[in-house]
């Protein structure tokens, strides 16, 4: 699985991250992670990349696609991935692209973890309250100045790669508001009619092979008969992928309905409406 999250700064994508990497056994992949641990270290990526961390500015692209090359290189993400703050502009998507083509890697899935910009202050403040109990450092750029800046950059430059992903068909919105346990959930249903999207993909691809010798089997759809998450589903999967590729870049954007369920369930309704009333 190759998988890149997508959203603000507070809206969840390392929480998920670590998530994914507990459930997949894929390695997360987070550049400001990495940048933090150059700084740290100081390097010449770090000595490049402190101030402009510090003031919550984005590190020059040649920088940071430097960094993620040389990683998906490393042997344990050869299973797979999750970017977790990269791509953050489209000439980052862009080389990314290139990097994977290169190296005939395919990209499954973009999820957009989309959060109301006005909680997203309270979670980095709650963030930074409970690292300070834990008596962990803070973030230098985790301040409420910084944050703003962090998040003009986000709006600027990385905001533009929902249309970016949305016209590769690789786009996914998520309800980031939900409860961390709620959004897990979702992408886990997302990326399971995905998985089954594929193997239902290969199994065709089986069957259309002519057969080598005249001992030709036929292929076990594996993952699509068994598999709860069944063919009707890959194939709704790909309809909601696609609905929300087609969804502008700009304006209220619904999340993409649960694939694999016919209507929301209760709790999922209940919560509607609370978000609603508030
Ligand atoms: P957050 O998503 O909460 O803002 P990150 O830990 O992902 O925090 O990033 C912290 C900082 O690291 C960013 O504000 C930016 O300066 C730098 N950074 C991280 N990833 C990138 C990137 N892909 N391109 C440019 N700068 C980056």
Redesign the pocket.
Known sequence: MRIILLG???SG??TQAQRLVQRYGIVQL????M??AAVAAGSPVGLR?KD??AS??????DV?VGVIADRIEQPDAKKGFIL??????VP?AEALDDLLKHKHLKLDAVIELRVNESALLQRVETRVAEMRSRGEEVRV?DTPEVLTK?LA??RSLTEPLIHYYSERRKLLTVDGMMTIEQVTREIGRILAAIEAADAKAAAKRASARPAASGTARKPARRGTKSSPVGRATAKKAAKAARKGAKRPAKGPRKPVRKPGRKAPKKGAKKLTKRRGKA
């Open positions: 603000p700064p507070g994508k390392g987070s550049t400001g992670e940048l933090r990349a402009i961390m919550g500015g984005l590190v020059p692209d940071v977790d703050g990269f791509p953050r502009t980052q750029d962090r950059a986000y």
